[in-house]
């Protein structure tokens, strides 16, 4: 037996791999027929050799052993009848994988170590690559695939997951979001039993109707109880399982989505399948979610703080004229915006939707001496410059269109499917992909230019004969921005997709935010923010104050709960500010300096989603940095009774003093005392909302 560091520890004449973590362990071994065997996930065991390989017996001729074998990455052939990882057909038409294990290696990566077994078929020259990166410290695992094409000819891949994991419970929870345009983000949870759960996205685009991950529970809480979890590091089409097996047990897998999906994987190329951030917490979500967070925090968001935005969309909308906009950003930094952002209408002939997409020089009758005018302007104010691009859209009555009508993905014989207005370019084309680098090259080269919301408002269609592009088009726009961003490092790219359509891992780190939902009402926000924490960065939850009434909702919500709800995130400003009353100013002031005060706990402290003990629904959220905290408390509609609620402290220091700062005082009180007896807090009339600070005392009560 040898020992690699970093927790990877292999049982040599046995063939068992184990894989440890800070407080998990992950097994697998290979038999004496080649496969790969899952053993364990869970909570760690430290000796491997505790672990072996049963011997396995078919149950019935109609349930053969590789239906019962809880494999690694099933593949698709023999009697596997089972969801499976991989298919593929070969040259000869053979569409069976029959694999044989190799060997395996280890590798160093940063703060992990990263385990690869080797795979091969056994007549075809396809090898396969199972690679796992053990984050120890972070209580985190990474799995991916790469596929090698050793011959001289194509093969087909029909089918690629991503991997496959199995849980040893029956019954579970499983948890996920749910929505469509501008109702993003909404969780539900709901019993695993027999037949198959799918979420699934085939619109080329992410997150509208599901998104890219899985969480499996045991009845658990925020704070107690079994949860297994794994979220997808891709941003198109994807496609997951969970299944309750008759055999015992749970499987699920993720990766790309089959659908429409055939990858050409020719004479001597690679390929690598999108990497699944997995892990298992004893703990309940809420362990879940700071492991997470962590991660995301320290290895995959760019460093220092989101700067408060202004976007002047809601205020002129496609209306706009550089004189307008020089206004509205001397008004936005009378509040205190860093960051002025510049939405959809400054280009082209772009006046409504129908037109302008693809015609990406600016607009002379709205800014005749160019836009350099009003970015001079913003920066001498003291801020940073944004812009909007939709860089995969184009639109009908363009120039670009008109030269290059077959750049847009389509059929010579059906008529182009129009989707708001506009085509979808074919990003697969080297052509097209180096004509959007060169444009927003050309933009950030000739104009101080520190921000890019990179926008998509309508899913593909109408794709071409290679049926790998669903994968190949997000691949493009990774290309690009990863290529602007080295010319051009200071410059920070929001990703938007018509509101919340790609909030995932693939997409985070080659961009910096996520525009979380077209839909800012400030309480809508509160369920879609809430569902987003259990697996994303606060860092990266971009969150604005819009006018009321809600374009969306109609809602009238006071200003100061519009605010308390938006800085839970990255604040951002998005109302017409050329019309706020004195009151309205005087409240934009104060939030944006007491949010300024707090962006450190915010944006990169630890996140607690607090219980409501209370028949009224209060909404209670805890943030924590080092000695520092902040509990934001939401009362939307108070019940008859109007009750109060117990706000119940965690991740303090049990006999450490702290002072709290209420609106309407301030009290000391031990940390025990906050955690275990917590405050009662009561919040009167419609859409109340309240901030509390906290921080410990280095002198305790005195």
Same mark, same amino acid.
């Given at each position: 037996?040898? *020992? ?40 760690? =065991? ?30 698709? +052939?023999?009697?596997? %009848? ?37 795979? *091969? ?47 040893? %419970? ?20 709901? !019993? ?54 008759? #055999? ?16 050409? $994987? !020719? ?8 990497? =699944?951030?997995? +892990? ?31 976007? @002047? ?85 363009? !120039?670009?269109? &008109? ?29 097209? !992909?180096?004509? $959007? ?27 071409? $004969? ?56 400030? #309480? ?8 987003? @924490? ?84 209060? &909404? ?33 220091? &049990? ?12 009290? *000391? ?34």
């Amino acid at each position: 037996m040898g *020992k690699a560091k970093m927790g990877i520890v292999i049982n040599h004449s046995e063939n068992i791999f184990l894989l440890q973590t800070r407080s998990n362990s992950y097994a697998f071994g290979i038999d004496d027929q080649g496969l790969v065997r899952h053993l364990y996930w869970g909570k760690r =065991i430290n000796e491997v050799e505790d672990f072996e390989l049963p011997v396995l017996t078919e149950v019935s001729t109609n349930d053969p052993v590789y239906e019962i074998t809880r494999e690694e990455f099933p593949v698709y +052939g023999s009697l596997r %009848y089972k969801e499976h990882c991989l298919k593929v057909t070969f040259a000869d038409g053979v569409r069976e994988v029959v694999y044989e294990y190799v060997g395996y290696r280890i590798e160093n990566g940063e703060s992990c170590e990263e385990l690869i077994l080797e795979l *091969k078929d056994r007549h075809y020259a396809l090898k396969m690559e199972l690679h796992y990166k053990v984050y120890e410290a972070y209580d985190l695992m990474e799995r991916f695939v790469v596929l090698y094409n050793a011959s001289d000819e194509t093969m087909e891949v029909e089918q690629l997951q991503s991997g496959q994991f199995h849980i040893p %419970y029956e019954n579970l929870n499983f948890s996920n979001v749910h929505g469509h345009w501008g109702a993003e983000q909404q969780r539900f949870v709901q !019993k695993v039993s027999y037949g198959k759960i799918v979420i699934e996205n085939r619109r080329g685009i992410s997150s509208h109707n599901h998104n890219p991950y899985f969480i499996l529970d045991r009845d658990a809480t925020e704070t107690s109880g079994d949860v297994y979890f794994g979220a997808l590091r891709q941003s198109g089409n994807f496609s997951g399982v969970v299944e309750q097996t008759p #055999y015992g047990g749970t499987l699920v897998q993720m990766g790309l989505n089959a659908h429409d999906f055939c990858l050409e $994987l !020719k004479a001597g190329e690679r390929f690598a399948s999108p990497a =699944i951030l997995c +892990g298992y917490s004893d703990c309940g979500f809420e362990t879940m979610s700071h492991r997470l967070h962590r991660f995301a925090n320290d290895f995959i968001l760019s460093e220092g703080f989101r700067p408060v935005l202004y976007n @002047s969309w809601e205020a002129t909308e496609f209306g706009v004229t550089c004189e307008e906009q020089k206004k509205l950003a001397k008004k936005a930094k009378e509040f205190g915006a860093e960051l002025f952002v510049v939405d959809d209408g400054w280009f082209g002939e772009r006046n409504g939707i129908d037109n302008g997409l693809g015609d990406w020089y600016v607009n002379e009758k709205k800014f005749p001496n160019g836009i350099d005018e009003l970015i001079r302007e913003v920066k001498s104010l003291g801020m940073m410059f944004g812009i909007w691009v939709e860089p995969e859209m184009v639109n009908p009555p363009t !120039k670009l269109f &008109a030269e290059h009508p077959d750049w847009i993905y389509h059929f010579d014989t059906r008529t182009s499917d129009t989707s708001r207005g506009q085509y979808v370019l074919d990003l697969t084309k080297a052509e097209v !992909k180096s004509f $959007l680098y060169e444009m927003l090259d050309n933009l950030l080269s000739g104009h101080e230019i520190d921000y890019i919301k990179w926008d998509a408002n309508r899913p593909i269609s109408q794709t071409n $004969l290679h049926r790998d592009l669903w994968y190949r088009h997000i691949e493009a726009v990774y290309d690009i921005v990863k290529a602007l961003k080295k010319k051009h490092p200071h410059v920070l790219f929001e990703a938007c997709a018509s509101g919340g359509g790609r909030i995932d891992y693939g997409i985070l780190g080659i961009f910096d935010d996520f525009w979380t939902s077209d839909n800012t009402d400030a #309480y809508d926000r509160l369920t879609i923010q809430d569902s987003y @924490s259990y697996i994303y960065p606060i860092k990266a939850m971009r969150a604005w104050v819009t006018d009321c009434p809600n374009f969306l909702s109609a809602r009238m919500i006071p200003m100061k709960f519009r605010f308390h709800s938006a800085m839970m995130g990255s604040l951002g400003i998005g109302c017409n500010v050329l019309k706020f009353t004195e009151e309205d100013t005087a409240t934009a002031k104060e939030m944006i300096r007491e949010y300024k005060e707090i962006r450190p706990i915010v944006q990169e402290g630890i996140f607690y989603r607090l219980e409501n003990p209370s028949a009224n629904d209060y &909404a209670v959220y805890e943030y924590q940095k080092e000695d520092q905290g902040l509990i934001f408390a939401f009362l939307a509609q108070g019940k008859i009774g109007h009750r109060s609620t117990t706000v119940r402290f965690r991740g303090l220091e &049990a006999d450490a003093v702290y002072t709290v700062l209420l609106e309407n005082g301030e009290l *000391k009180k031990s940390g025990a005392y906050l955690m275990q007896h917590g405050l009662e807090l009561r919040l009167n009339g419609d859409y109340a909302s309240t901030l509390i600070r906290f921080a410990k005392c280095e002198t305790g009560r005195a």
